[in-house]
């Protein structure tokens, strides 16, 4: 089981940082993903941590803003979110897959979101 917290609502320019805590043996040795989803919109991939934090993967818009890591110790990962900006505003879903893939369908588990508001 995924728990994703730390959305809200932030000015653009603004910062958020957005945990996701895992319970489970599902967690061990698993990449986790984070993806957005925007009313109207498809899930859409944001970024990609492997196992054990030494590889990551950001989408375009992501790049230079967001930094993945994650605590294994702790099992959990985080998604720092800085110069934030309205076309941010989404849904902000974690998930666990044993494939490196920005692909939302190859991925096995999910936490419920949380909802990240980004106001101009």
């Known amino acids: 089981q995924l728990q994703a917290c730390g959305g809200g609502l932030v000015q653009a320019g603004g910062s958020l940082k957005l945990s996701c805590a895992a319970s489970?043996?599902?967690?061990?040795?698993?990449?986790m993903g984070w993806f957005h989803q925007a009313p109207g919109r498809e899930r859409e991939f944001v970024a990609l941590?492997?196992?054990?934090?030494?590889?990551?993967q950001y989408a375009d818009p992501a790049k230079g803003r967001f930094t993945v890591s994650r605590d294994n110790a702790k099992l959990t990962a985080y998604l720092q979110m800085n110069s934030l900006k309205p076309e941010d505003t989404a849904i902000y879903y974690c998930a666990i897959g044993t494939i490196w893939t920005t692909r939302p369908k190859d991925f096995a588990s999910w936490g419920q979101g949380t909802l990240v508001t980004v106001s101009s």
């Open positions: 941590i492997d196992w054990n934090g030494g590889s990551t």
């Open positions: 489970g043996r599902a967690y061990g040795g698993a990449h």
